[in-house]
């Protein structure tokens, strides 16, 4: 679809700090992969910051939907989140409002928006759409979002709410309307609207109908995105018949086993990160439950969590041996550089 205005969009924001830095971490990783040691010049491209771990929904692959966390849940205060950007500012290219949660139960998740939108920093989030009325639909517009990546994992409200459990598919479809309209009445080019259909055994023969349904309502893209299973070893009614929307495999004595092969570098321990609503900072996504705090930016500025010897160790533990990380054993992702 409308891909390639978006790469436009997120490359217009590039300066020559930017660039630099970027190139200061691809050339940190590679040293390190090479070394078998950890070593760090510049700040991350990408963060990952967490509005909220409060959600509407309650889907039954999500802590936030099952209400199972162990850590606090709460909301994300403003004075921290300022901060940490100005912080990162100058060398921070890409943005996700998103870790758990719903981001609009944030009450002031748009102002968020605005403030890292001012100081050209491409802007992301996930939602789940129930909360863009036309209001919100125009406030989230003149925020500056980047790019709005909508959840809607069923083209039938009796497929969509076999996962998306309390949700309406009614509403996302009106929200996604909502975006759409307020862009054309605003002449904006942002922000760029992804429907994300994670694809699941219920919702797997519905594939050619969400490219359809986008297309009907004017979303520019569809992305497919393969399920995380936490008890997938002796298989799940939501894994996909069709091989390539699965990260598992199953064997020989009918076991499933996950397609990575877990080798032992990670692009994404160099280059992001991700920050609880409480400031904590944790390796990646699939930390959900925040196991693996390696700082606090409530006592300590990022660069001093960065180049810490918390995060230090870790980043050696995984050039190390990657398969004996807890929350390294059920991931697909982070190999590949820019993945």
Not at 9 to 17: C, D, I, W
Not at 48 to 57: A, D
Not at 139 to 151: A, H, K, N, P, Y
Not at 279 to 297: E, M, T
Request: charged share 20%.
């Amino acid at each position: 679809m409308r891909a390639w205005k978006d790469q436009l969009n997120f490359a217009s924001g590039l300066t020559a700090q930017r660039a630099w830095n970027a190139a200061q971490i691809f050339s940190s990783y590679h040293r390190s992969r090479i070394a078998g040691m950890p070593a760090m010049k510049g700040l991350p491209i990408s963060i990952s910051f967490e509005p909220t771990t409060s959600c509407n929904l309650r889907c039954p692959e999500c802590p936030s939907g099952l209400r199972s966390f162990t850590r606090a849940t709460g909301m994300l205060e403003q004075p921290l989140f300022q901060r940490v950007i100005d912080q990162l500012a100058p060398t921070l290219s890409y943005l996700t409002f998103y870790f758990q949660g719903e981001p609009y139960l944030h009450p002031q998740f748009l102002d968020m928006v605005q403030y890292a939108s001012n100081k050209n920093i491409y802007t992301a989030t996930s939602t789940n759409a129930h909360y863009l009325k036309d209001e919100n639909a125009r406030l989230t517009v003149e925020s500056g979002l980047d790019r709005l990546i909508i959840s809607i994992d069923g083209t039938t409200q009796d497929t969509y709410q076999s996962y998306r459990v309390g949700g309406s598919l009614d509403k996302v479809m009106e929200g996604a309307r909502n975006i759409v309209a307020w862009k054309k009445k605003l002449k904006s080019k942002t922000p760029h609207v992804i429907f994300q259909f994670l694809v699941v055994k219920p919702n797997e023969h519905q594939i050619p109908e969400v490219y359809s349904l986008a297309e009907q309502i004017g979303v520019d893209q569809v992305v497919l995105k393969t399920a995380q299973i936490y008890d997938y070893e002796n298989g799940s009614d939501l894994i996909p018949t069709q091989d390539q929307y699965s990260r598992y495999r199953k064997t020989k004595d009918g076991s499933y086993t996950i397609k990575n092969s877990l080798d032992n570098h990670c692009w994404k321990m160099w280059h992001s990160c991700v920050i609880t609503w409480d400031g904590k900072v944790v390796p990646c996504c699939f930390d959900k439950d925040a196991h693996y705090v390696l700082g606090d930016l409530t006592k300590k500025s990022f660069s001093e969590v960065w180049n810490g010897e918390e995060y230090n160790q870790f980043r050696a533990s995984l050039l190390r041996s990657r398969s004996e990380i807890e929350i390294c054993k059920n991931c697909t992702e982070g190999t590949k550089v820019w993945a």
